[in-house]
């Protein structure tokens, strides 16, 4: 079996309804950047550049602008990479990879693909927990509205059979009602697993936030001083993989095959960037040349890179 990897990103000095405006599938195609050796299927990136939403199969095919309105943020692939979901304006947005089919799903909350296959889930309060197709627009309701209930970050879990999300009332503070749920997507069961818990005399209360659902991990990679390091969980040595100090190095994903690293640079002038470089950081190269909008300095130095791209592994 395949041993699975996972990227672990430590901040800190510790660890030194159809709507097509604003979608396009006629832009002529973007500058493709310069190409050194690297084998293809390293599956697709899409990232945000000026607002607006690209598409690129790595490592060097054309890039293809599908938004122009200049208002995209948070790509995020189906499974299969023929669908995208990316926010705008408020709103989730839905279009195929290649631009087609790009239509507004309205204002929500929290929302993900499945693992499993090309279906998405959202929240809100009006519509409360629904499940979408995108080929057929069929959507059902896993979880029925209720008045009040606002819903925030979810993630399918690895096998597809649940959902795990943030949910809190607007009737009552954030730290008294908020927690987080799981959703059996088969049979409906919902579980409270985490409650908030309200400010005392003695303590400052407690606001649970998803993080993510575990993995059988092998191998972490870890942020030191804004560089990338490997390091093997069952122990030895930590290997570095950049050290160019003319970047500040963000976000490491692995390649489907484990052999290739897509991670973001922010250089001296504050600009942001993707580069590829193989799994031992040889041949570090970039592959999108810009990222934007970009905020440097980010929330007190962490910098949410997710928010312009995602990688589809293939």
Request: proline share 5%; charged share 20%; hydrophobic share 35%.
């Amino acid at each position: 079996m395949k041993k699975q990897k996972v990227i672990l990103w430590i901040l800190g000095t510790l660890l030194a309804g159809l709507i097509m405006l604003g979608c396009n599938n006629t832009v002529p195609p973007g500058k493709n950047e310069a190409a050194t050796e690297s084998p293809p299927g390293l599956g697709k990136v899409a990232y945000i550049q000026s607002g607006n939403l690209w598409v690129k199969e790595l490592p060097d095919g054309t890039a293809k602008q599908l938004t122009t309105d200049g208002a995209a943020l948070g790509p995020r692939w189906s499974k299969s990479g023929k669908w995208l979901l990316f926010q705008k304006n408020n709103q989730l947005w839905l279009t195929g990879s290649d631009g087609t089919d790009c239509r507004a799903i309205g204002e929500v909350a929290g929302f993900t693909w499945s693992t499993a296959e090309d279906v998405f889930y959202y929240g809100s309060p009006k519509n409360g927990l629904v499940s979408v197709h995108p080929e057929t627009s069929q959507s059902k309701i896993l979880i029925k509205p209720s008045a009040g209930d606002n819903f925030g970050r979810m993630l399918n879990s690895p096998d597809g059979r649940y959902i795990a999300f943030e949910r809190s009332s607007a009737k009552q503070p954030a730290a008294e009602s908020g927690g987080i749920w799981k959703l059996d997507i088969t049979s409906g069961n919902v579980v409270n697993l985490f409650k908030g818990q309200a400010a005392t005399e003695k303590s400052m209360g407690v606001l649970p936030h998803l993080a993510g659902w575990s993995s059988d991990g092998k191998t972490i990679k870890v942020m030191m001083q804004r560089h990338i390091w490997a390091a093997n969980i069952d122990g030895g040595p930590l290997k570095q993989l950049t050290n160019d100090n003319d970047y500040r190095d963000e976000y490491p994903v692995w390649s489907a095959k484990d052999d290739y690293i897509l991670f973001g640079r922010i250089d001296k002038q504050d600009k942001a960037s993707l580069w590829l470089m193989k799994a031992d950081g040889s041949n570090p190269r970039q592959v999108v040349t810009e990222l934007s909008p970009f905020d440097w300095f980010g929330f007190y130095g962490y910098v949410d890179l997710k928010q312009l791209f995602d990688y589809w592994r293939g």
